[in-house]
């Protein structure tokens, strides 16, 4: 089945720590994204990558980081400098830039 | 001013009745215009995908647009218990440094058997 996979599902961390969140997909897509969703405010971009090896800061990137290496695999790396980092986390992927995009199941973390 | 608006209810209906949900968005550069569906604790789901003005149907949805007053609309009918979500409305707009997807902060759903 193609598809986008996030793990985990539910993560915990403690405030200092670093976590990199996963983010695969077999859909062969050549972008990729990394939303936030807070309560009652909507998806906001992190970070998206058109192509291997090129990334781009999104809305909110400060206390984030990203790696493209590979064309199925855009992981996300909540830092230690991020100030709120409990969220839900949702990658997604399309065909290109101006295409639908498709989003994974979510990563929820919380750090405390 | 967020540059894409949607009332956040809850809208709560009985089931069989039609959803209406609207989107109202602040920039004429956005091109193209998506619904999302969203359960709880999930992913969203693509459900619509517009680049024009006009109606777009596929099965029980059917998404308007109205570009000349920044106004998009999904409406549901013959609402389902199965179709208690959050949806959300999202804007594409294409630029040479990158495309951007924005969305609006969602409508949750509730429709009741």
């Known amino acids: 089945d193609g598809g986008i996979t996030q793990s985990p599902k539910y993560l915990f961390r403690k405030e200092g720590q670093n976590v990199t969140l996963s983010c695969e997909q077999n859909?062969?897509?050549?972008?990729m994204y990394w939303y936030r969703q807070d309560p009652g405010q909507g998806l906001r971009l992190i970070y998206y990558?058109?192509?291997?090896?090129?990334?781009q800061k999104g809305d909110i990137a400060e206390g984030y980081s990203v790696s493209r290496e590979k064309k199925e695999s855009f992981p996300l790396t909540v830092t230690s400098a991020q100030k709120n980092p409990t969220a839900f986390y949702l990658c997604?992927?399309?065909?290109?830039?101006?295409?639908?995009?498709?989003f994974g199941p979510g990563t929820r973390l919380t750090v405390t | 001013q967020k540059e894409v608006e949607q009332d956040p209810g809850p809208l709560s209906v009985p089931e069989g009745a039609i959803v209406s949900l609207n989107c109202t968005y602040s920039?004429?550069?956005?091109?193209?215009f998506m619904w999302y569906r969203q359960y709880s604790r999930k992913g969203p789901e693509l459900l619509m995908y517009?680049?024009?003005?006009g109606n777009k149907e596929d099965g029980r949805f059917t998404a308007q647009v109205d570009k000349s007053s920044k106004y998009i609309s999904l409406f549901i009918r013959d609402s389902q218990p199965s179709d208690s979500a959050t949806y959300l409305c999202?804007?594409?707009?294409?630029?040479?440094?990158?495309?951007?997807?924005?969305f609006g902060g969602g409508t949750r759903v509730l429709v009741k058997p």
């Open positions: 859909l062969n897509h050549d972008a």
């Open positions: 999202a804007t594409l707009k294409i630029k040479a440094a990158g495309n951007k997807l924005t």
């Open positions: 997604a992927s399309s065909t290109d830039q101006r295409a639908e995009q498709y």
């Open positions: 517009t680049y024009s003005s």
């Open positions: 990558s058109q192509i291997v090896n090129d990334f």
């Open positions: 920039n004429s550069a956005f091109q193209y």
